[in-house]
C-alpha cells in the first residue's frame, strides 16, 4: 500500500518500543536483531475513510488480485482516489465492473454516504476518539469488523497500542516464534499481548515479519 514516511514522533516512538521489545526476552531480542529497525509505515496520504475503503478492497484477497482491483477502482477515476461524492454519483454496476463483489460494493458506498452526510469523522475527528470508541463506531458499518477497524488504527492513524489478536497470520507466527506446537487461541494471545503495552502495534509489526 502506498505509505507516507516516518513523522519525526512515529519514528521516536517506533525506536522507543523496538527498545522495549528487546528488553522483554531472549525470543524478542533476537527477532528484533533480525529484523532490523521497526518500519511501521503510515499511509497518511489518505483521509481515514479512503483507508478504510482500500481495506475493504483487499480483505479476504491475495495481495495481487487486490492490487489489481484497487487499480481499475482508482483508475476509473483518472487514477485518483474518488471523493464520497464521485462514488455515490457513480452508477453501482459501473463500480462492479472493477472487480468488487456485490457485499464490498455496498460496504464501500455504505463509507461514502456516511462521509457525504458528516456521519463519519474525518482525521481530526477520529484523532480525538479512543480506541473503544473508533471502534465500535466503525463495526456498525456492515462489513466493517474488528480487524478492518484496527488496520486503519495501526496504518492510518497511527495508533501505537493495537493488536489484531484475531489475525490469522500473528497466531501462527507467534506459536513459531515460541516453538508452540499446537496453534495458540486468541484468549490466550490476547493475554500474553497485555505484556506488550503500550507497543502493541509494533509488536504485530515484528511478528507479521516472522
Known amino acids: 500500500m502506498p505509505a507516507n514516511r516516518l513523522s519525526g514522533d512515529h519514528e521516536k516512538s517506533c525506536i522507543e518500543g523496538t527498545k522495549f521489545l528487546s528488553s522483554l526476552d531472549h525470543?524478542?531480542?533476537?527477532?528484533?536483531?533480525?529484523?532490523?529497525?521497526?518500519?511501521?509505515?503510515?499511509?497518511?496520504?489518505?483521509?481515514?475513510?479512503?483507508?478504510?475503503i482500500k481495506s475493504v478492497?483487499?480483505?479476504?484477497?491475495?495481495p495481487s488480485s487486490a492490487v489489481a482491483i484497487f487499480n481499475r477502482f482508482t483508475q476509473y477515476f483518472d487514477s485518483n482516489f474518488p471523493t464520497a461524492k464521485q462514488i455515490l454519483d457513480t452508477p453501482k454496476n459501473n463500480l462492479k465492473k472493477c472487480g468488487l463483489s456485490t457485499n464490498k460494493l455496498s460496504t464501500i458506498i455504505d463509507?461514502?454516504?456516511?462521509?457525504?452526510?458528516?456521519?463519519?469523522?474525518?482525521?481530526?475527528?477520529f484523532e480525538v476518539m479512543s480506541d473503544i470508541q473508533i471502534t465500535q463506531k466503525l463495526i456498525k458499518i456492515k462489513g466493517i469488523g474488528e480487524w478492518t477497524a484496527q488496520m486503519l488504527m495501526i496504518f492510518n492513524l497511527g495508533r501505537l497500542d493495537i493488536f489484531?489478536?484475531?489475525d490469522f497470520a500473528l497466531k501462527k507466527n507467534?506459536?513459531?516464534?515460541?516453538?508452540?506446537?499446537?496453534?495458540?487461541?486468541?484468549?490466550?494471545?490476547?493475554?500474553?499481548s497485555e505484556e506488550w503495552k503500550p507497543f502493541r502495534s509494533i509488536a504485530a509489526w515484528y511478528l507479521w515479519q516472522y
Request: glycine content about 4%; charged content about 20%; overall charge neutral.
Open 27 to 52: 525470543d524478542w531480542n533476537l527477532l528484533v536483531s533480525s529484523v532490523g529497525p521497526c518500519k511501521l509505515i503510515l499511509s497518511t496520504e489518505l483521509e481515514p475513510y479512503q483507508a478504510l
Open 111 to 125: 463509507i461514502a454516504s456516511q462521509v457525504e452526510n458528516e456521519g463519519l469523522e474525518n482525521r481530526k475527528g
Open 164 to 166: 489484531p489478536v484475531s
Open 57 to 62: 478492497v483487499f480483505q479476504q484477497l491475495r
Open 174 to 192: 507467534y506459536s513459531l516464534f515460541k516453538n508452540i506446537a499446537s496453534p495458540i487461541n486468541v484468549k490466550d494471545l490476547s493475554k500474553i
